[in-house]
């Protein structure tokens, strides 16, 4: 037993989320039948920051509130856009401090040269709440 954080989950108030869901099933199944013709990738977007945040920590009773310990440094951030094909649990990323038009085109063409012979690459867009 430990204290820990609580994690956020909120499941999806989406009227359509069975149907998305059978959809990519659906788009899954496809894409294994297909022999390498078509594929099925997931791709989400993540920024990473420098500095710790402030979160809950263990502490001794009647000592001072723990710290996250911060440097000199700007708190600088890193976006990273990545897919992962959950066939083979290949990953293809592009990471930048931002994810401009540029960014995406070359991601788009890092995506495109990991399958040379695949006809059609089937992308779920995850987005968060």
Request: hydrophobic letters at 40%; glycine letters at 4%; a positive charge.
């Amino acid at each position: 037993m430990s204290w820990q954080r609580a994690r956020a989950h909120v499941h999806s108030p989406d009227r359509c989320y069975d149907a998305k869901r059978a959809a990519i099933a659906a788009i899954r199944t496809h894409a294994a039948r297909s022999n390498g013709r078509i594929v099925c990738v997931y791709v989400d977007e993540v920024t990473i920051y420098r500095q710790p945040t402030l979160a809950q920590d263990w502490a001794a009773t009647g000592c001072a509130p723990p710290q996250a310990q911060r440097s000199q440094r700007s708190d600088t951030k890193t976006r990273v856009i990545a897919s992962l094909d959950p066939r083979d649990g290949r990953v293809v990323y592009l990471r930048a401090s931002k994810i401009g038009v540029r960014q995406l085109v070359t991601f788009w063409q890092r995506r495109r040269a990991a399958y040379p012979t695949a006809e059609r690459i089937d992308v779920v867009l995850l987005t968060g709440a």
